[in-house]
C-alpha cells in the first residue's frame, strides 16, 4: 500500500493558508473606514488564503485543496478553543488585562462561527469553480480568468453568509449589507491587483514541481 507523500512546497502553502486564516479571523472584529468604504481589518489579509487556495487547486488539485480547507477550518477551532480557556483561567493580582482580553477575544467564538461556515462554503466554491474551469477546457484555459471568477463566487458566498451571521443584531442591515457588497468586490479587485504576482508565483512553483499547465489530477 502506498502512502500519500506531500512536498515541501505543498507543505508551506498549506501552512501560509492556516496562518493567513487564522490571522484574518482574529483581525475580522475590528470596522473600519476607508472613506466612503466600510470594511473589516481582516480584508487586508484573509484575499491572500483565496490566492493560496487558487495556487493549490491549479497546482494540486480540487481534492487536496479540499483537504487543506478542512485542515484550516480544524486549526480555527483549536484557536478558538484555546483563546477562551486562556480567557477562563484566573488572572494574578498583577494582571490588569482581563476586561481588555474578554472584551477583543469574547466576541472571537460568534466571529469564528460565523467565519467557520462561510469560509468552508466560500473557500469549497472557489476551489470548485477553479478546478470545473480549469477541466472545462482542454489545456486548462487562462489562470488568470479562473482566479478571478472563482474568487468573485467564492468570496460573494462568504460574504453573503460571514455579515449577517457575525454582526446581526449588533450593526445595521444597510451597514451589513454595505459590508457584503464592498467586501466581496474589495477582494476581488484585491485578487485582481496581485494576479500579476500570483500568475508568476503558479509559474515558478509549476516549474519546481514539474507540473504541466494542463495536467489536472481530478
Known amino acids: 500500500m502506498?502512502?500519500?507523500?506531500?512536498?515541501?512546497?505543498?507543505?508551506?502553502?498549506?501552512?501560509?493558508?492556516?496562518?493567513?486564516?487564522?490571522v484574518s479571523n482574529l483581525m475580522e472584529i475590528k470596522v473600519v473606514d476607508l472613506g466612503f468604504l466600510t470594511v473589516t481589518a481582516g480584508v487586508a489579509v484573509f484575499p491572500i488564503s483565496y490566492i493560496i487556495n487558487d495556487c493549490i487547486v491549479e497546482l494540486y488539485g480540487f481534492r487536496k485543496a479540499r483537504m487543506v480547507i478542512w485542515l484550516g477550518f480544524a486549526m480555527n477551532l483549536l484557536v478558538s478553543v484555546l483563546l477562551q480557556i486562556g480567557i477562563l483561567l484566573p488572572g494574578s493580582a498583577e494582571w490588569e488585562g482581563q476586561e481588555a482580553m474578554s472584551l477583543i477575544f469574547g466576541a472571537v467564538p460568534r466571529i469564528f462561527a460565523a467565519s467557520f461556515i462561510a469560509f468552508v462554503c466560500g473557500s469549497l466554491a472557489n476551489a470548485y469553480v477553479m478546478a470545473r474551469m480549469k477541466a472545462a477546457v482542454a489545456d486548462g484555459g487562462r489562470f488568470s480568468l479562473r482566479a478571478i471568477v472563482s474568487?468573485?463566487?467564492?468570496?460573494?458566498?462568504?460574504?453573503?453568509?460571514?455579515?449577517?451571521?457575525?454582526?446581526?443584531?449588533?450593526?445595521?442591515?444597510?451597514?451589513?449589507?454595505?459590508?457584503?457588497?464592498?467586501?466581496?468586490?474589495?477582494?476581488?479587485?484585491?485578487?485582481?491587483?496581485?494576479?500579476?504576482?500570483?500568475?508568476?508565483?503558479?509559474k515558478y512553483l509549476r516549474k519546481t514541481e514539474g507540473i504541466s499547465p494542463a495536467q489536472n489530477y481530478d
Open 2 to 22: 502506498t502512502k500519500n507523500t506531500y512536498s515541501f512546497t505543498f507543505l508551506l502553502l498549506t501552512l501560509l493558508f492556516c496562518v493567513c486564516l487564522i
Open 151 to 202: 474568487t468573485l463566487w467564492g468570496e460573494g458566498i462568504d460574504s453573503l453568509i460571514f455579515f449577517p451571521v457575525a454582526f446581526g443584531g449588533v450593526l445595521p442591515w444597510n451597514a451589513i449589507a454595505t459590508l457584503i457588497i464592498t467586501q466581496t468586490l474589495l477582494k476581488t479587485a484585491y485578487e485582481i491587483v496581485i494576479l500579476p504576482v500570483t500568475i508568476l508565483t503558479v
